[in-house]
């Protein structure tokens, strides 16, 4: 979501060269809105190349403490773009992928001699427990409908080595995530969760279906682009003892708030009408 910014900047201060910090680095390569960009924790020099003595704009604010983020009344990049004060005309996302790098991954995934399915059950960076019950599915919900899919599709599951498998499905977890970015490319149907697959899915204009265990669609999601359902299952009352700001800590580290009894949070029936 923030390349969708970085283009609205560009847009609005034309005669600036863009200068991007990011802690994902892989996400910018090659975009056409940033003159450089730096990975986090890695700006030899920063200040004085940039800052000091120069007529430097700087764009940093934190769009998830805004009231509208936290009452999920808007979308991510429209609320971003105000607080940096750039007006926001709905610019889009963006990965750029050379055509050498999908060659390598189509090399890799024609052998299948199947249509891909892409699947991204669980998602996350580092965090102490690998299932997030906030917005991962619980295989057990999903394992007679892959079965399904399999007879059709070369499904590759997008997770780590830590996070469930399927049996019979392959995985893929690599060091360049960008490998990830073309899998998602050549993919021809995509069963996705509100993690990195989603936004990439966006950036490269693939829609897909995206499951949320919780309603977070306006703010992190794409309602007009991808098939978002959104779980029905019943919930009970928690108590949110530990929730300041947001209600729940995406990693789901707030096991005692789980508000679900049952592992069947989605109907079947309707995720594979939608993919």
């Known amino acids: 979501m ?13 005669e600036r060269k863009l200068i991007v910090v990011s802690s994902w680095p892989a996400v910018w390569i090659n975009n056409p809105d940033i003159s450089r960009f730096y990975p986090m924790g890695l700006a030899l020099y920063f200040y004085e190349d940039y800052i000091k003595d120069k007529d ?3 764009f940093k604010s934190e769009p998830y403490h805004h009231q509208d983020f936290i009452n ?16 926001y005309k709905n610019e889009e996302t963006k990965i750029i992928l050379t055509l050498s790098e999908k060659d390598k991954m189509k090399t890799r995934l024609r052998e299948a ?8 059950t669980n998602g996350g960076g580092c965090q102490d427990y690998p299932i997030s019950w906030v917005r991962d599915v619980p295989l057990e919900n999903l394992t007679k409908l892959i079965e399904g899919f399999q007879q059709e599709y070369k ?10 498998s399927i049996d019979g499905v392959d995985y893929m977890e690599t060091d360049n995530i960008r490998d990830l970015f073309c ?10 969760i509100d993690s990195f697959a989603q936004h990439v899915a966006k950036a490269l204009f693939k829609p897909s279906v995206v499951l949320w265990p919780l309603d977070n669609v306006k703010t992190l999601g ?21 929730s300041y700001l947001a209600d729940y800590p995406i990693d789901g580290s707030n096991l005692h708030e789980n508000p679900f009894d049952t592992n069947f949070i989605f109907d079947t029936k309707v995720i594979k009408e939608a993919v």
Request: with cysteine; proline share 6%.
């Open 2 to 14: 923030a390349t969708a910014v970085a283009a609205a900047i560009s847009k609005n201060h034309p």
């Open 56 to 58: 430097t704009l700087i």
């Open 72 to 87: 999920k009344k808007r979308s991510l990049p429209d609320i971003w773009c105000e607080q940096l004060g750039v007006n």
């Open 113 to 120: 001699n199947k249509p891909v399915l892409a699947l991204q």
């Open 155 to 164: 499904i590759i599951h997008i997770r780590k080595k830590d996070q469930p």
């Open 183 to 192: 899998l998602i490319d050549y993919s021809s149907k995509r069963l996705l």
């Open 222 to 242: 794409y309602p007009s682009f991808h098939k978002n359902i959104i779980s029905t299952a019943k919930k009970r009352k928690t108590h949110l003892t530990d």
